[in-house]
């Protein structure tokens, strides 16, 4: 099962690249989701899938599935839901401001 | 009892005390607190020089960073105790001055502050024993330098040549750092007693010829040797006593005392002896040929700097032949060598500073320090007239100064140069004579120069000025040193026996007190005498003559110079930096992430790939579960359908499926808390897509060009693969235990059933409360984002 998780993974990773690197700016938020989804598969892997058990302590079980890498996605989950709602925001005010969301034509000023 | 340790410090310690508490007394001059710490040292010094006489030597030793064999070992023999008391008997005078040159009214705690500094590190270059210390003190007096150079930062001229001095001075330094690092590979240790004791096991080491010419270029930079002299006339921009400090007595002595202090290592080497002395011999040359071209008093005194310390390399450089392996009878000879250069390096010190500080005078009274502007001050400034006389006579070589025993002994050591026969010395010993003949020609002309065009002749009344003798105070300082010139003329043993014998023995560590000579004042009519008297005759001639001599500068145009090279150097270098700066720094989001992927894909990719780390195996592999068949491929086939959504709602809703499917994922991966926090975010994210999706426009058909598309598909194919192959690797083979079954006790040791919650909320409790301010300052960003309304940006953009 993990070569599976990791597989997908990959393909996720492929596709969030390939959106980092246009210039429409959706589309590279777009891609900072995607990147962290396959991270979370790719962490969920990295324990592996032995136990039998969700991680909540009862008499009934005495193997449970590792439970740090579920604390650590737990966490990351969060933090990039942080993230995506701030470059949303900045994509808003950048349009709003320069009326363009191409990446292209954003560039600044030439001699800073 | 202060250790030398603590005298290092002292000054540091010192500048700190000024910053914190001194800093609030405007009125105050601060130049009588600091002048306490110079004296203190210089007296502690002092207390030293009959313990370091009898062949005593201090170590103090405090270890700094023990696991990278870096100790902070302090050294006082000889040699270093010199140094020390240049820099803090110079140093007293030199404070006692400022605080007479400069007013309340200047930045004087800058001032102060920097100069403690360079007191400090400049006294750890000399007693420091580390190779590594030794070279942080050193770039620290490259730094304060620099400092003070631009002290007047107002000024164009204080700011190129504080930056000049900094340029070649590092640049030399960082070559010393690589020498010394051989020296260590070589030797093993970084020890400099310890590399003097074991060096003779090493003379036939490859690395032998690059760490000479490294140290070396250190040395030649910080001490202004050809081609390398150009930084210190522009060093001038400082203030006077600075110039006198810093400039002519100790810090670009600094490269003298490394070649003093390499001697015993490097001494009898072949490229050694060549490069030292030859050099030495050019910049002696040259510096006095360049300083009669001088109109700008200062200018003319820091090429007679640089002159006077080509002679006093080129006598290290006569001195290390006694080195030789295959020398005994004439060592003595060649030890009269390095006697002769200790000897003139403290008469120079005297007579320099003397200068330097009578100049800073003329400069504070008259306003100028044009040579053309300046003249007849005689009567004016008989005192200062008096001193300008004693430290120019002594410079010139003449007696009753200290001058003339050092040029005696430094002609001496130059005639018997043709005794010795090996490294072809022979072909070349009938040179050296003639060239250090005319440089002290030379030498004598703008001597008299500074004397007489000063203060004889026509007085030529500056507007506004009226000419009168400096201050009481101001004067001390150089009536002390000029004092000194002559009272060492006369007692020239003290001196000699007391300071610069001991320092002889620890350049020469084998050789004993009794087969060191001492000074005589009288040799009888020898060649050194007739040559004296030859200079004298032939200078006196071309003084007179001087604007008929000063013709022959017209071969030597000023825009074919070191000068102009660095200058081109330094404009060239700024070009290709803003040229390569332009080239990658492009002002797209696209290159720049693709620099990171192309550095993920060959370094990180090849690295891998070339170490073999890649392995496969599906010995742990659990089977899959049927549902995650399902779902793993309508992810997959959800991220094939991103690549060609047409319209931004598609990939919206796309990258929605996905964050719904990893959340049904979860569940089958028995993470409930994952799943549900999964389902929450993934609707409220994209519910903030859709709601930008309102805000931003629909994605325009633009055309990509066909290229750029398949970059980008090979570029992010390669880094799925790597990524997918890095994480098999990893995968399949475990290398560690997992430390997971530690949270299995979560009951006990934090009280809950949960285990995902008490790592969340428990063991890693901190980590959760840092989450929560992560949040709180993006949740203050989105706020200020929308709040934001200052139309400043707009008009910018609007601009290009």
Known sequence: METVIIIVAGVLVTVATYLLLSKNLIRVILGTAILTHAVHLLLMAMGGFKGESVPIISDKHTTYVDALPQALILTSIVISFAVTAFFLVLAYQVYKRTNTDDLSKLRGYRHE | ?800
């Open chain 2, 1 to 800: 009892m202060l250790t030398i340790n603590l005298a290092i410090l002292l000054p540091f310690l010192a500048a700190l005390f000024i910053l914190l508490f001194l800093r609030r007394f405007r009125r105050f001059h601060i130049g009588w607190f600091v002048l306490i710490i110079p004296a203190i040292l210089f007296a502690l010094l002092l207390r030293q020089i009959p313990n370091i006489a009898n062949g005593k030597t201090l170590i103090h030793q405090i270890n700094w960073i023990p696991s990278f064999d870096i100790n902070f070992i302090s050294y006082l023999d000889g040699l270093s105790l010199v140094f020390g008391l240049l820099i803090t008997g110079i140093g007293t005078l030199v404070v006692l001055y400022s605080i007479y040159y400069l007013s309340t009214e200047q930045s004087l705690v800058h001032f102060y502050i920097y100069l403690l500094l360079f007191m400090g590190s400049m006294l750890g270059v000399v007693f420091s024993d580390h190779l590594m210390v030794l070279y942080v003190f050193w770039e620290l007096t490259s730094i304060s330098s620099f400092l003070l150079i631009a002290y007047w930062y107002q000024r164009k001229g204080s700011r190129y040549g504080a930056k000049k001095a900094l340029h070649i001075t590092v640049l030399g330094g960082f070559a010393m750092l690589i020498g010394f690092l051989m020296l260590y590979v070589v030797t093993g240790t970084f020890s400099i007693r310890e590399i003097i004791e074991t060096i003779h096991l090493y003379k036939d080491h490859s690395l032998m010829t690059p760490m000479i010419i490294f140290i070396l270029l250190g040395a030649f930079t910080k001490s202004a040797q050809f081609p390398f002299h150009i930084w210190l006339p522009d060093a001038m921009e400082a203030p006077t006593p600075i110039s006198a400090y810093l400039h002519s007595a100790t810090m670009v002595k600094a490269g003298i005392y490394v070649v003093a202090r390499f001697t015993p290592v490097f001494g009898g080497e072949a490229l050694w002896f060549w490069l030292v002395s030859s050099i030495g011999l050019l910049t002696l040359f040259w510096g006095s040929f360049t300083a009669i071209r001088q109109t700008d008093l200062k200018a003319l005194l820091a090429y007679s700097t640089i002159s006077q310390l080509g002679l006093i390399m080129t006598l290290f450089g006569i001195g290390s032949l006694s080195l030789h392996p295959d020398i005994h009878v004439e060592s003595v000879l060649y030890t009269q060598a390095v006697f002769a250069a200790l000897f003139h390096l403290v008469n120079h010190s005297t007579f320099k500073g003397t200068l330097f500080m009578v100049i800073g005078i003329i400069d504070y009274q008259i306003g100028t320090r044009d040579l053309r502007r300046l003249g007849g001050l005689i009567s004016f400034m008989p005192i200062s007239f008096t001193i300008a006389m004693i430290g120019s006579f002594s410079m010139a070589g003449l007696p009753p100064f200290n001058g003339f025993l050092s040029k005696e002994m430094f002609f001496t050591a130059i005639l018997h140069l043709k005794d010795f026969d090996f490294f072809s010395i022979q072909t070349f010993a009938g040179i050296f004579p003639v060239v250090a003949w005319i440089a002290s020609v030379f030498t004598f002309i703008y001597s008299m120069m500074i004397v007489f065009q000063t203060f004889f002749g026509p007085y030529k009344e500056q507007p506004g000025v009226e000419a009168k003798e400096a201050s009481f105070g101001m004067l001390i300082p150089p009536v002390t040193l000029s004092a000194l010139v002559v009272l060492i003329f006369f007692f020239p043993n003290i001196l000699g026996d007391y300071v610069i014998k001991p320092a002889v023995l620890s350049v020469y560590p084998g050789v004993t007190n009794e087969m060191i000579g001492s000074i005589s004042l009288w040799h009888g009519f020898n060649k050194e005498l007739l040559m004296t008297i030859g200079i004298i005759i032939l200078g006196i001639i071309l003084y007179i003559y001087r604007t008929y001599f000063k013709k022959v500068y017209i071969a030597f145009p000023r825009n074919i110079s070191f000068d102009t090279l660095y200058n081109n150097a330094l404009e060239f270098t700024d070009r290709l930096a803003k040229g390569i700066t332009n080239f990658y720094m492009t002002g797209y989001l696209r290159h720049y992430v693709m620099y990171i992927f192309l550095f993920f894909i060959i370094v990180l990719g090849g690295s891998l790939y070339y170490l073999g780390a890649f392995t496969f195996s599906l010995n742990n592999d659990q089977p899959v579960h049927p549902f995650v068949w399902m779902i793993a491929s309508t992810i997959v086939i959800a991220g094939m359908t991103i690549f060609f959504a047409k319209t931004r709602l598609t990939a919206i809703l796309v990258n929605g499926y996905i964050g719904f499917a990893i959340a049904m994922l979860f569940v089958l991966f028995r993470a409930p808390d994952l799943a549900l926090t999964q389902l929450v975010v993934e609707t409220v994210t994209t519910a903030l897509f859709l709601l930008c999706f309102y805000f931003l426009p629909e994605w325009e058909k633009t055309k990509v060009v066909r290229k750029v598309k398949m970059t980008n598909i090979v570029i992010s194919i390669s880094v799925g693969t790597i990524f997918t192959l890095i994480a098999l690797s990893v995968k399949s083979g475990k290398l560690f235990r997992s430390i997971s079954a530690y949270f299995e006790n979560a009951d006990e040791l934090a009280g809950g059933k949960n285990i995902v919650n008490t790592i969340l909320g428990d063991f890693r409790a901190f980590d959760t409360m840092l989450e929560v301010i992560v949040l709180f300052i993006a949740g203050i960003g989105v706020y200020t984002l929308i709040k934001y309304t200052n139309n400043k940006g707009v008009e910018k953009l609007e601009d290009k």
